[in-house]
């Protein structure tokens, strides 16, 4: 961290301040975030001081999204949407560079942001209790339906083909084909154990995903990265405050941000957790998110969310290949903070993978006690590779 760097950065956004303090936030994947505390007009204040990744193909495109949403959401809280809720509801709002107007500061080939610092709030990288498992269901369906009415073609795509499962599997599918593993190293057993665990899954999924595009699941708002860790708590009545990290909002499945939540809540053992052995997915903290989420949305209002497992299936899948691409890759997406990190990670999400799928039963069952029925036949072919 420069921190001469860091404090002209901070000068650019706040004109005549004294920087205090610069703590580093390492929970992120992708962009450098540090919470800035400084003095202005004799007042200390905080804010959110980030550098955006280069992952992202406009750095315009990510804060005219983060924008539109924003104020999309002030506007409904101005106009009292939550009114009836004693919680407070908070948005993450972006603050204007004062040196250039923008959202956004050029220096030292990356882009940097300043966001609203929100007090009184901390974040989690994995679930304590099942009230908080049921508070981020709450949370989560507070954002989809503050975003509901929102025009999902305002948004702009901030990565090409995110959440494209099939484009992921094209791309794993090639890096395996560039890649030599075949000698007997530590490392390479590791690949090609996992390789060959995926390999059953491959077909079944491209033919999952074929008939999962011939149903009719409309376009919503979503997140994008609905992961525990971009939930803000308050502090002391550890409800959400605020679901943060708006950069991959786009238009989507709810499914997919739904899916994607309870494949991060569900690991008990977090992202990155010391031990892999101790990885499991949790149906327990799974129901009550869900008992959290239709305490807000109707769970008679879709009839899409039956296809849950398929995409809590899916959205497992996609992300441990993303990372063992990227391993196989040299490490050009994800941060790490060792060489092997993302093939760790990639080993994870496939114990993940395995567990949830060794439930499968179990949730449906649980499923089916909310209201969420379905007649589909995945539950029963999936289980052919436990």
Known sequence: MNLAKLKFITQNFIFNSEVLNINTINSGL??????????????????????????FDSHEIVNSNHKLITEHMNKKLNEGFWSFDLNRWEVPNLIRCQSNNRFFFPYDSNNWRAMIYIDRTFSQDYIEDESMAY??????AKFHLTCSDFDCSKLKNSINNFHNTKYYMDQYISSIKDSNFSKSDNNNIRVQYLVDSLYKHIGFVDNLLKDLGKKSIHYNVIHGDPKLNNFL?????????????????????????????????????GEDPIHKENVYFDINSCKYFLKG?????????????????????????ELTIRFLTDFLKSNTYFK???????????????????????QLS?????????????????VSDVQKFV
């Open 336 to 358: 790490i903070k060792y060489e092997t990190h993302n093939l760790f990670k990639a080993e994870i999400q496939y114990r993940l993978l395995s567990s949830f799928l060794m």
């Open 135 to 140: 508070q981020t269901g709450i949370g989560l």
């Open 233 to 269: 708590f308050d502090v002391q009545g550890k409800y959400v405050v605020s679901l943060i990290d708006l950069d991959t909002v786009s238009s989507g499945y709810l499914l997919t941000d739904i899916a994607d939540c309870i494949r991060s809540i569900s690991n008990l053992a």
């Open 30 to 55: 992708i962009n450098e975030t540090y919470i800035v505390e400084y003095l202005y007009d004799g007042k200390k204040s905080q804010f959110i001081l980030q550098s955006l990744s280069n992952i």
């Open 362 to 378: 179990n949730f449906s069952k649980d499923l089916k006690e909310m209201g969420i029925s379905s007649d589909s036949p995945f």
């Open 293 to 317: 989420y239709f305490s807000i949305i109707d769970v008679q209002m879709d009839d899409n969310f039956k296809f849950l497992p398929e995409f809590i299936y899916l959205i497992i899948f």
